[in-house]
């Protein structure tokens, strides 16, 4: 196989083809790292219209009487209007968010001791921040209706409650 020239050895093709080989069964030849490439596009779902963008008003009126306030008497349909027709799928979720009560952490804070809105979805009491699923068009009603901290005595003044309403695909 080798043969000597002078003190230099001469190898041949073969010989490194061999060689080649033999390196190659023992440590196979790595390639070259690839880069690999994602892209893609993100697009926002569209969104639930919730009463035309415009704000909800329940209005309890000017003579909610402080002696009648029992979580019966002054109960309104709170009115709101959902257009998800631009929505990728039926199922949604509803929930309200806001201030509890001192003394019901699920009823909204009104501003007035001892005083509350309680909300109800579909006859229920809700428990704020709940989700309730739903399936478009068929909204839940919600309805709210001033509610007193058992035995206390309510004076007479004006009251305000603030919350947010989200819908969310289910």
């Known amino acids: 196989m080798n043969e000597k020239n002078g003190g230099e050895v001469a190898v041949r093709i ?3 083809l061999l ?3 033999l390196l ?3 440590a196979p030849l790595q390639a070259a790292p690839n880069d690999i490439n994602f892209h893609g596009s993100l697009i926002e779902a569209p969104l639930c219209v919730i009463n035309n963008n415009e704000t909800i008003v329940v209005d309890f009126g000017d003579e909610v009487l402080t002696t009648r306030v029992d979580g019966e008497h002054y109960k309104m349909v709170v009115p709101i209007s ?3 027709s631009a929505a990728l799928t039926v199922n949604q979720e509803l ?3 806001g201030s509890g009560a001192a003394f019901d952490a699920n009823a909204l804070n009104s501003g007035v001791t001892d005083l509350g809105i ?3 979805v579909d006859g ?3 428990q704020l921040g709940q989700s309730v699923p739903f399936t478009y068009p068929k909204a839940p009603e919600i309805a709210a209706v001033p509610i007193k901290r058992e035995g206390s005595t309510l004076s007479g003044g004006t009251f305000r409650a603030l919350a947010s309403l989200v819908v969310d695909y289910h």
Do not use: P
Request: glycine share 10%; charged share 15%.
């Open 19 to 21: 060689i080649g080989a």
């Open 118 to 120: 309680a909300l109800y």
């Open 24 to 26: 190659g069964a023992i």
């Open 124 to 126: 229920a009491r809700y």
């Open 95 to 97: 929930s309200i968010s």
């Open 82 to 84: 959902l257009d998800c």
């Open 14 to 16: 073969s010989d490194w």
